[in-house]
């Protein structure tokens, strides 16, 4: 018979077959389809005890629902930030983002899900329907789940699990409610040092899908881009890294960059700790993008003041929560609505914010802030170590691409280089 199979790749205390990636057909004779047996956790009878997970999403292009039969689960912190636990019976995690999760080894029992006579349960996987580049799958579809691992209480039993998965869980392309993600440490958000002259007084970047107007002969597989709505400082370009002279090499530099691939924002005043506000939108033109974007930062958490879906963006409907407003470091972008973040400037250099689907991130979805450059420029000087070994690392990538390709000019690189 053939079966579809959506993934097959996740990993259960690093067991599991890595080899099994992307849609794929499995034919044999009879009327089982022989698949790899699922690894397995065991808990002992003497319950009940906790037992803390940690959930890691590293696809490149699926959002995962995970669940266990008949046990809750205690959402402990996300993105490692700590928070005030609260209960639910399975968890969204978006690529890239990070739960800790705490299982207590005491199963319930209820009429639409009775015990297991054995003791075993299914610990459950599912691809979130229409929620990442590539999966558009119908949401009543079978093919997005996943049987990750069997929870057994007795290590001598060999059978499989007949646990019900729990009725409701919900397949909806959505973070956790943002008012579940109380954390412990809290924040009081200050008001932003990027003000901008609109409106909502917020700077606004959209996500733009499709090529470039003028196409760009360096990167051909351009096809995403942040535009700053609030005030084009460069036009909607995708970002492109430059191997062979990055930004770290240039924090001296006192003048406007004129390399606009390398889609650089400056934020923050030297010495100060500002807040840098940012709200992130979809282009909803009739051709334009559909995906929900999982949103990353790099060396920060970002408080998310406000997380809409189904909303326009426009200001009576920004409504902001800036006492002790969920953190972390990757924030699912609804595919209709909006986003505001906001982040400590007390970090100078240069650093990405860019979509963690792969494909996004590679096509050009991303952006540079540079984070107090004189500050940074103070740190690295051209002079210092590390300065010295990026510069040694350039003309080595300068070597090889020389040495590696004669035509000119050389199909590197052909992506956004990140």
């Not at 800036?322 to 909006?338: A, E, H």
């Not at 450059?373 to 040694?392: G, L, R």
């Amino acid at each position: 018979m053939l079966k579809e199979r959506w993934i097959q790749s996740i990993l259960l205390n690093g067991i599991g077959n890595v080899t099994k990636f992307g849609a794929r057909k499995i034919q044999n004779t009879t009327d089982k389809v022989y698949e790899d047996e699922p690894p397995e956790l065991e808990v002992p009878n003497s319950r009940p005890k906790r037992y803390l997970l940690r959930l890691i999403n590293t696809s490149i292009g699926s959002t995962f629902i995970f669940s266990i039969d008949n046990h809750l689960l205690s959402i402990v912190s996300a993105d490692f930030a700590p928070i005030y636990p609260y209960l639910n019976s399975s968890i969204l995690v978006g690529i890239g983002q990070r739960y800790n999760v705490i299982v207590e080894a005491n199963p319930k029992n209820n009429t639409k899900q009775p015990l297991d006579s054995n003791g075993n349960y299914w610990i459950r996987t599912w691809v979130a329907p229409n929620c990442g580049a590539g999966v558009v799958i119908n949401k009543d579809s079978k093919e997005t789940y996943m049987q990750t691992g069997i929870l057994r209480y007795n290590k001598s039993s060999t059978e499989d699990p007949e646990s019900k998965p729990w009725t409701d869980i919900s397949m909806a392309c959505s973070d956790e409610t943002a008012t579940s993600l109380r954390p412990v440490l809290p924040w009081v958000v200050e008001d932003p040092i990027n003000v901008m002259s609109t409106e909502s007084k917020i700077q606004h970047m959209a996500v733009i899908s499709g090529p470039p107007v003028d196409p760009i002969p360096s990167f051909p597989q351009a096809s995403y881009s942040f535009r700053n709505v609030s005030g084009d400082i460069n036009g909607p370009n995708p970002l492109q890294i430059n191997f062979s002279d990055p930004v770290f090499l240039n924090l001296d530099n006192d003048e406007p960059f004129k390399n606009k691939l390398w889609e650089i924002y400056p934020e923050g005043r030297p010495n100060q700790t500002d807040w840098v506000w940012l709200a992130i939108t979809v282009d909803y033109s009739p051709d334009g993008d559909t995906s929900a974007h999982p949103i990353h930062l790099h060396v920060h958490d970002f408080a998310i003041l406000q997380q809409a879906e189904k909303t326009t963006y426009v200001p009576e409907n920004i409504h902001l929560n800036l006492i002790n407003p969920p953190r972390r470091d990757v924030v699912l972008m609804p595919k209709s609505g909006f986003i505001i973040i906001a982040f400590k400037a007390d970090n100078p250099g240069a650093w990405l914010l860019h979509c963690h689907i792969a494909s996004h991130a590679s096509q050009g979805l991303a952006l540079q802030i540079l984070e107090r450059q004189a500050d940074a420029a103070a740190m690295w000087p051209k002079a210092s170590p590390a300065a010295q070994t990026a510069a040694t690392l350039c003309r080595s990538w300068d070597s090889w691409v020389a040495a590696s390709y004669t035509s000119t000019p050389t199909p590197l690189p052909d992506d956004s280089g990140i």
